[in-house]
C-alpha cells in the first residue's frame, strides 16, 4: 500500500494496487489535475507501512506502473511565435532609434553638406551678418507668443532684446524683430532671396535696417531694427524718403497712372515733394486693403479706394 502524493499534495491514502486491479495484467487508470510549475512534475509514492514487503523467489513481482501521460487542459504559449515578436519588436525598437538620432543630428546640420537652398542663399552675400538659428531661438524665447508682433504672408514677427556676439560684433541689449518663414507659407527662395536683396540696398532713416538673418536648413529668418511705436504714417510724413542723398532707391515711373497721382497733380499740376508720398501711400493702402485702386469700381457713394476706405 503506498500513499500517492503529485507536487506534494496527497492524492491517494492507503493506496492498494493489488486489490484495485484485481488480478494479473489488468490495466486501472487514475486521472488527477496538477499544476506545474517550472517545468517540473513530481510524483511520490510513500509506503504507508502496510502490506508485505517481502521480495517473492519466482512467480509474480506484484503491479507496476507501466506509464505516466500528461495532458494539458490549456493551450500552450507556442515558444516560435514569441520569439519572431520579440525579434521583430527589438528590429523596430533599434530601427525607430537610430532613425531618430539621424533626425537629430540632420535638424542640428552634422549630418551632410549644405542644401542647394544654403548654398543659393548664403551665395547672394547679403552684406550682413548671419546668426545661427540657436541664438535667434534663445533671443526670442523659442519664439515665445509673447513676443509676437504679427503674421504677414512670410510668417510671424517677433521682438527680444538679443544678448549674444556675432562675427565679433556685440549686439548687448539691442531690440530686434525678427521675420520667420511659417512652414505653411506658399512663399519660398525666391522671395526670400528678393528681400534680403532689396533691404540689404535700402539705408534710410525711415526704413527699419536688416541687421542679420539665418540660414541653416529649413530655417530662414530675417532680423530687423525694431521700431516701437513708429507708424507707416509717421514715416512717410515726418521726413520724405528721398531726404537722404545716400541711400540707395529703386525708381518706378507710375506717371501714366493717375490713380496714383496726387490729386493736386493730377488735377492742376501742382507738384510738390509729397505728391510720391502719396502714391507710396496708395499702394501700401493697397498691400493693407487687399484692393487694387486700378480696377476699382466707381459708385455713387466712393470715387476711389481713398474714398472706401475713409
Request: net charge positive; proline share 2%.
Amino acid at each position: 500500500m503506498f500513499d500517492v502524493y503529485i507536487q506534494d499534495e496527497l492524492v491517494l491514502k492507503d493506496f492498494d494496487i493489488e486489490k484495485e486491479a484485481q488480478g494479473d495484467d489488468k490495466e486501472i487508470v487514475r486521472n488527477f489535475t496538477a499544476f506545474v510549475k517550472n517545468k517540473i512534475l513530481e510524483i511520490c509514492f510513500h509506503w504507508s507501512g502496510k502490506g508485505t514487503i517481502n521480495v517473492p523467489k519466482r512467480g509474480t513481482y506484484g503491479p507496476l506502473i507501466s506509464a505516466i501521460s500528461i495532458d494539458a487542459d490549456f493551450n500552450p504559449p507556442d515558444d516560435r511565435k514569441k520569439k519572431i515578436l520579440i525579434t521583430v519588436g527589438t528590429v523596430v525598437l533599434v530601427s525607430s532609434l537610430i532613425l531618430l538620432i539621424l533626425g537629430i543630428l540632420w535638424w542640428k546640420g552634422c549630418l551632410g553638406g549644405r542644401t542647394s537652398r544654403e548654398e543659393e542663399l548664403r551665395g547672394l552675400d547679403p552684406q550682413t551678418g548671419f546668426l545661427t538659428f540657436r541664438q535667434i531661438k534663445a533671443a526670442t524665447n523659442n519664439f515665445d507668443a509673447a513676443n509676437k508682433l504679427g503674421q504677414g504672408g512670410f510668417g510671424a514677427v517677433y521682438k527680444r532684446k538679443l544678448y549674444c556676439q556675432c562675427r565679433g560684433t556685440l549686439l548687448d541689449g539691442t531690440i530686434i524683430a525678427v521675420k520667420q518663414l511659417s512652414s505653411k507659407s506658399k512663399q519660398g527662395n525666391r522671395e526670400f532671396v528678393n528681400e534680403i536683396g532689396m533691404i540689404s540696398g535700402l539705408q534710410h532713416p525711415n526704413l527699419v535696417r536688416l541687421y542679420r538673418c539665418c540660414i541653416e536648413r529649413n530655417q530662414l529668418l530675417l532680423v530687423y531694427e525694431y521700431m516701437e511705436n513708429n507708424s507707416l504714417e509717421h514715416a512717410l510724413f515726418v521726413a520724405f524718403l528721398k531726404e537722404n542723398q545716400n541711400m540707395a532707391a529703386i525708381e518706378v515711373s507710375i506717371n501714366k497712372f493717375k490713380r496714383y497721382m496726387a490729386p493736386e497733380y493730377a488735377l492742376r499740376g501742382y507738384l510738390t515733394y509729397k505728391a510720391n508720398v502719396y502714391s507710396f501711400g496708395i499702394v501700401a493702402l493697397e498691400i493693407v486693403v487687399g484692393k487694387n485702386n486700378m480696377k476699382y469700381r466707381l459708385n455713387e457713394n466712393f470715387a476711389c479706394l481713398l474714398d472706401w476706405v475713409r
